[in-house]
């Protein structure tokens, strides 16, 4: 045993340390694409302990990588390196009393998201944040990549969730910065750098995060449109007419849905006639006075009226609500049942939507006549999934995956819009952010990070080269 | 003249150059505290202008101070150093177009927050950042020291409003940041960083900002309530009924009161008895359909049955709605008018108010006995500008400031709260941060800054020591 597993294992305890066949199941990334195999696995159970192993790691110079949940879609969350620690939060997972005057609550990292949102909903208050991999992504993870989800519109992204943290540095130290305070000016703004820097800088231990009061209603609605213009122009006008109440706008196109009707059980079309593209409205209030299904009615009356909606529904029941979700959230599901897949998580400002599927389009023929196109995601903040299957009696991508990722990419940063919009950087994107991220930006985080972590333990090799 | 000056004339022309007795203007702080004699003011025109002077002066070793409206209650604007050079935005105050599906807008830095308001009030939306110096503050200087004011609470700092920017860098080089989407996760979030930054990490120049649509309906109400604990468990219960609609929630208490009602000119105070403290409630919404008033005066009446609000008004014009800001607005000038006074900028979790209110007054008798406190501010966000004016019958604070400062602040700290909420620290806080924050919070303030300025050239002794 290396003299620093045994270090590890002696300020850890049996339960906190694995290695050899123990530490497999942490090793690999959720997409099996990275990750050599560990040193061990640390599962420390306090703060304490997470800058003790750190100090430890910084002493002998050994890589250390956080991972929360492993549901990162970039590789961000296991070792580059063979013989890199990996130090799981899982065993964090304390949830802290609800501050109700407040609207905080106190977590430590590994609180998983679900647990948090029970444990909230209970009380009449929320935690926004919603996203596919809720059941496992974990509050430090969500932290680290600075998560987004479907809620963002509404609610901002974990970075604008996130009121203090807890923070262990590249030497071991802790910085404490809980405090639980939405203005806070007295320096830096560190607690936002820390948010999407993936555990590159510092792993966070705890955290102060943003509560709201439960909806006292919603009201879901399902509509089908014929192009995309219409649809972004649609989505201005509800954002004109009910902007506070919307907490989902979501979006997906025709070829999603046949995929995910024809893949996943037990799915449901409640529209007469089959679309272009379909938007999937939310909106809730706190108060119970809103005549909240008669907005969203009225709304959908004007856009029948103006012949922007071709069709649309309104969830008469929670089932029907979560049947209308369903269609949404199983696209994923149902283009990884079709076969081979690649992802893109673009974001553009909403009204360069049109432009960037036109544009996309082209570019995608171009590298690969055929190619089949699935954008869907949160047509609020512009956020597109841009999911492509092979042309229909091909497998596979004919090693095109760069060349793709490079051209949507870039497109994306031409209409002002980002090639990493909510999934990070992880080590999967570095080369695309080294190709298309301007000179001096690169430059910056690389001298952030040597600031922050000059003995380069912290995750190296995520966000940036190793 | 030094070379240094000629270079700058040179490269910004007559208009663009100002030295001697045309410099004095831009040279001395709004509280007429700080500022050295400068080499004089530059006034680029152009970003190509700024980092031509930014480049000049970091080849020369001199220290570069961005100034805005100069409106800083901190002397963060003006510069430490006989011979620095100030750098006043105010000639970059382009406003670009709406783009409306997206809710934002490009200015540049030199703009007026007032002027902004204006412009895209008349396109049916709003910027909902709002506070006293709206009519001089520019956005530069509200982004370096990451503005709050009043509608925080519901739309967040100014941090929260700006989805890219572009800056000019310590060596002249410019970042293009200029995304306009708020899922942006490629790599650290630099945006954030700069916000707050107070021109130490370099100049923000331009800015994409976020809009929101404009209300249809207003609602506001001015309430008596006898004591902070009910404030606090009244506005809790506010928010639990009218989350989403609540843009403004101030408190004041009879003291401030009594300072703006004597002091100042055509106040009027519209309850029929005083009160310990009040609470100037107001919600917006942009749907047509909403019962705004109705929820309002169903609170107001629920908070009246359970003998938490003791008096009430709702406004019935517009004149009333300002008049019942004015009591609110009017309490610096109020206290400004009373004589000396001391100003301090907190914010703790509002459930800690009552907790902070009880123990501040201990700490300033002890301090200063006699000494009166008018704390009024935020209620949403804990804010509390805990202004503090001397005994009757005295003048003046017998030396006393530091003490203040630092009692208040060590006390809001240890409440998980913050001694610098939203009016940054400048060069007046420097002493109090270095003795309330932990020193690993400072060092990793350091090394940034020594990371990302490492000839020290940029609003040197601002934020950190010089």
Not at 11 to 38: H, T
Not at 111 to 122: F, Q, R
Not at 141 to 167: C, F, K, P
Not at 399 to 405: E, L
Request: proline content about 5%; some cysteine; hydrophobic content about 40%.
């Amino acid at each position: 045993m290396s003299s620093l597993a045994a270090d590890l294992q002696s300020i850890l305890g049996p339960k906190g340390w694995l290695s050899g066949d123990d530490a497999a199941p942490f090793s690999r990334d959720w997409l099996n694409r990275y990750g050599e195999v560990p040193l061990g696995v640390a599962r420390p159970a306090t703060t304490t302990e997470v800058s003790q192993v750190v100090a430890a790691c910084h002493a002998a110079g050994v890589p250390v990588t956080p991972q929360g949940g492993n549901t990162s879609l970039c590789g961000g969350a296991v070792s580059g390196t063979a013989g890199g620690v990996i130090l799981s939060l899982a065993r964090m997972n304390r949830i802290g009393d609800v501050d109700r005057a407040a609207g905080t609550i106190e977590v430590e990292a590994g609180t998983i998201l679900a647990s948090l949102h029970s444990h909230v909903e209970a009380q009449d208050l929320i935690f926004p944040l919603h996203l596919g991999a809720e059941g496992s992504a974990q509050i430090g993870g969500l932290i680290g990549t600075n998560a987004g989800g479907s809620h963002a519109l509404r609610y901002g992204m974990m970075q604008d969730l996130v009121m203090g943290m807890e923070v262990v540095l590249a030497d071991g130290t802790v910085w404490d910065g809980l405090r639980a305070v939405q203005k806070d000016n007295a320096g830096y703004q560190l607690r936002r750098l820390f948010c999407g820097a993936e555990g590159t800088l510092g792993i966070v231990t705890r955290a102060v995060l943003k509560l709201y009061p439960a909806p006292k209603q919603k009201a879901t609605a399902l509509l089908a449109l014929p192009d995309i213009e219409t649809l972004v122009s649609y989505g201005t006008y509800l954002r004109s007419e009910a902007g506070e109440f919307i907490s989902g706008l979501e979006f997906f196109c025709d070829l999603g849905l046949d995929l995910a009707l024809r893949h996943v059980e037990g799915m449901e079309f409640p529209l007469e006639s089959r679309s272009p593209f379909y938007l999937l409205v939310e909106l809730t209030t706190s108060s119970a006075l809103v005549p909240l299904d008669e907005i969203l009615e009225g709304a959908l009356t004007v856009g029948m009226e103006n012949g922007q909606v071709s069709d649309g529904a309104l969830a008469m029941s929670e089932a029907q609500r979560a049947a209308f979700w369903r269609l949404r959230e199983e696209q994923p599901e149902g283009q990884r049942l079709e076969g081979a897949q690649l992802k893109h998580d673009i974001s553009v400002p909403p009204g360069k939507l049109a432009a960037f599927l036109t544009e996309g389009e082209g570019v995608c023929q171009l590298i690969l006549p055929g190619v089949r196109i699935n954008p869907f995601g949160h047509l609020g903040d512009g956020n597109v999934h841009y999911n492509l299957s092979p042309a229909v009696g091909s497998s596979d991508f004919a090693d095109k995956a760069q060349a793709f990722a490079e051209g949507l990419g870039s497109l994306a940063s031409r209409l002002q819009g980002s090639f990493a919009a909510e999934h990070g950087l992880g080590r999967s994107k570095i080369a695309l952010a080294d190709a298309l991220r301007p000179a001096n930006e690169r430059e910056l985080m690389g001298r952030i990070k040597t600031a922050m972590d000059p003995r380069g333990i912290m995750n190296p090799g995520v966000v940036l080269k190793g």
